[in-house]
């Protein structure tokens, strides 16, 4: 069965520190994609990094990056250099790429920033 | 400039009592999906629209009906909402199903009375 799992119900970081955010998965599939969003208080959802699961590199974006390990079936999100407004809800979530390219989410893990 | 607007953000209604809720988009994409999330619970996927092919996932209740009229809006219509409807509903698009970024409305919560 397919799945996500994020095991941090709610995590503290300092502001400026790095906080790594863990994400397992679950799938038989060779073709899938692996995303983060952040979902701030205002409910909308924010596309943040994606990683291919036949890509060999991890992916950056800007202070985002995954930190992909196929065979552990881990796909952890890095955030550098914390600010204030990365406060927020943060999921983890798999597209399969066949039977409908259907998304599937974790349960989420709600960063706290400290000033 | 808003990609996808979601109508209204906030939405009550009573028990039994048909609501629609509405998504349109700015952006062209060929695929437009509803998710369903419940209060402290990950987004999940009710169906989703390929242009014009309806795509229901196995476990969404009859409750739950769209309608996609043209490629820029669809609907969200609950029949018969029940007290365990209430939650935030959002709407999401892509360019194609294999994208790899869905760009998100803001939501619409709905609370049951």
């Known amino acids: 069965a397919q799945k996500i799992t994020q095991t941090q119900p709610g995590m503290f970081v300092q502001e400026k520190e790095a906080v790594t955010l863990d994400c397992t998965y679950d799938t038989s599939d060779q073709s899938y994609g692996l995303f983060w969003y952040k979902q701030p208080s205002s409910g909308e959802m924010i596309f943040l990094i994606y990683?291919?699961?036949?890509?060999?590199q991890n992916a950056t974006e800007g202070r985002y990056s995954l930190n992909f390990q196929k065979a552990r079936k881990s796909a952890n999100l890095v955030i550098s250099a914390s600010q204030l407004g990365d406060s927020a809800m943060y999921f983890c979530?798999?597209?399969?790429?066949?039977?409908?390219?259907?998304?599937?989410f974790g349960a989420g893990t709600r960063l706290f920033v400290k000033a | 400039d808003a990609m996808v607007i979601q109508n209204p953000r906030y939405q009550v209604t009573q028990f039994g009592k048909p609501v629609t809720l509405s998504c349109s988009q700015t952006l062209n994409h060929n695929v437009m999906y509803w998710y369903q999330q419940k209060s402290s619970q990950a987004p999940k996927l009710l169906f989703h629209?390929?242009?014009?092919?309806?795509?229901n996932e196995a476990d969404t209740p009859d409750n739950f009906q769209s309608r996609r009229p043209n490629t820029s809006f669809c609907f969200l219509d609950i029949r018969s909402p029940g007290l365990g409807d209430a939650a935030m509903y959002l709407c999401?698009?892509?360019?194609?199903?294999?994208?790899?970024?869905?760009?998100f409305g803001p939501g619409t919560r709905l609370t049951v009375l």
């Open positions: 629209y390929y242009d014009k092919d309806f795509n």
């Open positions: 979530a798999m597209r399969l790429n066949t039977g409908g390219f259907k998304t599937i």
């Open positions: 990683q291919g699961s036949y890509d060999e």
């Open positions: 999401a698009t892509s360019r194609t199903r294999g994208d790899n970024e869905q760009f």
